[in-house]
């Protein structure tokens, strides 16, 4: 298979287990939006999609070899890079912009919670995490008060990230929301935005590209 990636040097990550394996019609399908071999209500078909969706929007690629019964092997690629760590980190010091306030974070992926609560406290924010739409409603429901924003991911197995956005707007018009995906604004994302939602970031982040997007929500810089 060929990809369509610039020359350079690239650093590998290869991922491997024993599992059961895939056969060629699933291996060959395995990065498509929705796809899944679990059963209704076990599995959104998003998890891989949004891998592919991330590596790419950091000018990489992956590939998977697999057989039935022997396992399977993920390999990603990613342009290596030339900087000096610490001239990044000098820099983003430099750029970030602290606050203040209470942050309803909402994601169901446990690891994009923890470091997505990470830099939040980095930059001065009081941090309440749901890892789910439905308790992102009710926390919003008995905190409304006290939360200020709230970071909403799009894509949730138990509740759309549009429901989510209606509900909470139901209990608070006036409610702060910044909409978290994987995916570009289009679609779904594009939907939510017409409904009224403050702003858009693209996941992953880090402490500077999400700290200058709640200025834009909080003070509009």
Known sequence: TSFPVQFGRYVMISITDTGIGMDEETRQRVFDPFFTTR???????LGLASVYGIIKNHGGFITVYSEKGKGST?????????????????????????????????DDEKMIVDVGRAIL??????????NAGKEAVDIYEK???KIDLVI?????????????????????PDVKVLLSS?????GQAAGIM????????????????LSVKLAEVFHGK
């Open 143 to 145: 905190n409304r008060d």
């Open 182 to 186: 994987g995916y570009a604004i289009d």
């Open 39 to 45: 059963e209704i209500g076990r599995g959104a078909g």
């Open 121 to 130: 406290k980095k930059l001065g924010y009081t941090v309440i995490a749901a």
């Open 194 to 209: 017409e409904k009224g939602c403050n702003g858009f970031i693209q996941k992953p982040f880090n402490v500077k590209k």
């Open 74 to 106: 993920f390999n990603i690629y990613l342009p290596a890079s030339e900087k000096l760590k610490k001239d990044d980190e000098k820099k983003e010091t430099e750029s970030r912009i602290s606050g203040t306030g209470t942050i309803l974070f909402v």
């Open 152 to 172: 909403l991911d799009m894509i949730m197995p138990d509740m759309s990230g549009s429901e989510v956005f209606e509900r909470i707007r139901s209990i608070n």
